[in-house]
């Protein structure tokens, strides 16, 4: 890494710190990659993955030379969302041209005391662990994104079948807020760990955002259950994370408008990412608006997008400004326009 590009670097992540300060309204982010597909994780492939993430990592370096915007280049020990389940002993379906996902352990509540307490030794996070060594000799100074962290509700739904696991938040809440229990502290031992050895500055999974203190994390059950559920069984342990790190950011995927209000529970919500069906963007705009930054969806930029900003105005919210872009020469010429954009916004505060 240059100079130049340590001091562009350390320009960009101030903005984000803005951002979540609220001393800044927006921040531009363009997702262009430019570099072969990356390769799915298996256990098989290490090295494959490794290599392709500190290409990846160089890529990002001489990218910030043309494109313009408020990305931070990172290393990614990429992950799914089979990571944790597995590290309690699930198994795990490898498709030849898709994801992994872990397959449920238990399926009734009499099982539950199959699901083993563990530690980081678990063959899947020793991996993922010595996966991120690897990278940080390659690069020391980079930073590394967290793996694909689900939600200690999420988790144990991966571990129990959820054709009785949600019953059972019902007929068997004491047993159901055990494995959560048990989760949340695997997640704790794994991010006290991770922390320690790699730093507290960080880049989500999704959305690659960078965050300077906390857990990023994915959220996505809550669509399925109650408002009440959730404060017995979710919020809890999003509070726990969040007090112990300093913060947390948080992805949903799922139809979600019902745990809106509970959302605004979660103490110290950084960044809160609502995927497009989620609501409309500016329904989460307005709705959230004041209490956490906010990145939702990409939009299509073209000479004649600063509609976009002008029909969010209103909100008066902290926002990340998104596009995609699929060639180099479209990347530069979008990372212009995300600026003009965001300067746009930034003036009408």
């Known amino acids: 890494m240059t100079n130049e590009q340590s001091r562009e670097i350390t320009r960009r992540k101030?903005?984000?710190i803005d951002l979540y300060d609220g001393k800044r309204h927006a921040v531009p982010f363009l997702y262009y990659n430019g570099i072969r597909p990356r390769p799915f994780p298996r256990p098989d492939?290490?090295?494959?993955?490794?290599?392709?993430?500190?290409?990846?990592?160089?890529?990002?370096l001489t990218q910030m030379d043309c494109i313009h915007t408020d990305n931070v280049p990172f290393l990614q020990p990429f992950t799914g969302t089979e990571l944790f389940a597995a590290a309690f002993g699930a198994q795990v379906h490898y498709p030849d041209?898709?994801?992994?996902?872990?397959?449920?352990?238990?399926?009734?509540?009499?099982?539950?005391?199959?699901?083993?307490?563990?530690?980081?030794?678990?063959?899947?996070?020793?991996?993922?662990?010595?996966?991120?060594?690897r990278l940080k000799q390659a690069h020391p100074d980079a930073l590394l994104a967290l793996p694909d962290i689900q939600s200690p509700l999420d988790i144990a739904a991966l571990l129990w079948g959820k054709e009785d696991f949600f019953p059972s938040l019902l007929a068997e809440p004491e047993a159901v807020l055990s494995l959560v229990d048990k989760t949340e502290a695997l997640l704790i031992a794994f991010l006290d760990?991770?922390?320690?050895?790699?730093?507290?500055?960080?880049?989500?999974?999704?959305?690659?955002?960078?965050?300077?203190?906390?857990?990023?994390?994915?959220?996505?059950?809550?669509?399925?259950?109650s408002p009440a559920l959730f404060e017995t069984f979710s919020l809890p342990s999003l509070t726990a994370l969040s007090n112990r790190y300093g913060g947390i950011g948080m992805h949903c995927c799922a139809h979600s408008t019902h745990?809106?209000?509970?959302?605004?529970?979660?103490?110290?919500?950084?960044?809160?990412?609502?995927?497009?069906?989620?609501?409309?963007?500016?329904e989460a705009f307005t709705f959230f608006d004041g209490h956490s930054a906010q990145m939702h969806g990409t939009m299509q930029v073209t000479g004649t997008s600063g509609a976009y900003v002008k029909h969010f105005i209103p909100c008066m919210g902290q926002i990340v400004v998104q596009a995609e872009a699929g060639t180099k020469e479209e990347a530069i010429a979008k990372s212009i326009l995300l600026q003009e954009l965001v300067d746009e916004y930034e003036k009408a505060k």
């Open 259 to 282: 745990q809106w209000t509970n959302f605004k529970k979660i103490p110290n919500l950084k960044l809160l990412n609502l995927s497009p069906h989620t609501g409309t963007p500016a």
């Open 193 to 225: 760990e991770w922390f320690a050895r790699y730093g507290t500055e960080t880049i989500a999974h999704f959305p690659d955002y960078y965050f300077p203190r906390g857990v990023t994390l994915s959220e996505d059950e809550v669509g399925s259950i």
């Open 14 to 16: 101030q903005n984000w």
């Open 97 to 133: 041209d898709n994801m992994p996902f872990a397959l449920p352990m238990v399926h009734c509540v009499d099982e539950c005391t199959r699901i083993p307490d563990v530690g980081l030794d678990a063959k899947p996070l020793a991996d993922v662990f010595g996966i991120a060594d």
């Open 45 to 60: 492939n290490i090295d494959e993955r490794v290599q392709w993430a500190i290409d990846n990592y160089e890529l990002q």
